[in-house]
């Protein structure tokens, strides 16, 4: 049954911790993946309002990413909990000498790995939540890919978006 009001972070981070030892490290990850992907369709059909999107997928990606990620900054309490998320512009090099658009994402004290210890990343949930958000919104070659885990002994869980 889904919940009916927000869920204590303290579930999640249950939730999360158990989930690899129950199903085994990849299982989980594909089931994180998914729930992300859900919760990204769930925030465009629900809190991010079509207006909105139409007007993000009309601007260059780089202003509609910047649009898109001043809104998550307001509400990054919702997935964050008590942990603390920030952003940060990055410019790649990439061949033929053209820079491609980059940011970093990071959730410091994050819900989901928060006590964990794992082999690799564990916050598919976020990377696929983001990914799906910035494909429909910022550019459809969006990708975004968990480059530090808190789980792994980082300081944060980072992702890098690019596109």
Same mark, same amino acid.
């Given at each position: 049954t889904p919940p009916d009001a927000m869920v204590d972070e303290r579930s999640i981070t249950a939730l999360y911790t158990s989930l690899p030892s129950q199903l085994g490290f990849a299982a989980a990850a594909d089931?994180? $993946?998914? $729930?992300?992907? *859900?919760?990204?369709? =769930? *925030?465009? !059909?629900? %809190?991010?309002?079509? !207006?909105?999107? %139409?007007?993000?997928?009309l601007m260059p990606a780089a202003l509609a990413a910047r649009t898109l990620l001043a809104a998550?900054?307001?509400?990054?309490?919702?997935? !964050? #909990?008590?942990?603390? &998320?920030?952003?940060?512009?990055?410019?790649?090099?990439?061949?033929? #000498?053209?820079?491609?658009?980059?940011? %970093?994402?990071?959730? !410091?004290? @994050?819900?989901? @790995?928060?006590? $964990?210890? &794992?082999?690799?990343? $564990? @916050?598919? =949930?976020?990377?696929?939540?983001?990914? %799906?958000?910035?494909?429909?919104?910022?550019a459809t070659s969006a990708g975004v890919v968990e480059t530090e885990c808190q789980a792994n002994g980082a300081a944060a869980c980072v992702f890098d978006v690019s596109w």
């Amino acid at each position: 049954t889904p919940p009916d009001a927000m869920v204590d972070e303290r579930s999640i981070t249950a939730l999360y911790t158990s989930l690899p030892s129950q199903l085994g490290f990849a299982a989980a990850a594909d089931i994180s $993946a998914h $729930a992300g992907w *859900l919760t990204g369709e =769930y *925030l465009l !059909a629900h %809190r991010i309002p079509a !207006a909105a999107q %139409r007007v993000m997928q009309l601007m260059p990606a780089a202003l509609a990413a910047r649009t898109l990620l001043a809104a998550i900054d307001r509400h990054a309490w919702t997935f !964050a #909990g008590s942990g603390t &998320f920030e952003r940060q512009h990055v410019e790649r090099a990439r061949s033929g #000498g053209h820079s491609r658009v980059h940011w %970093r994402l990071s959730i !410091a004290n @994050c819900p989901i @790995c928060r006590g $964990a210890k &794992f082999s690799g990343p $564990a @916050c598919a =949930y976020y990377a696929a939540t983001f990914e %799906r958000i910035f494909r429909e919104v910022v550019a459809t070659s969006a990708g975004v890919v968990e480059t530090e885990c808190q789980a792994n002994g980082a300081a944060a869980c980072v992702f890098d978006v690019s596109w």
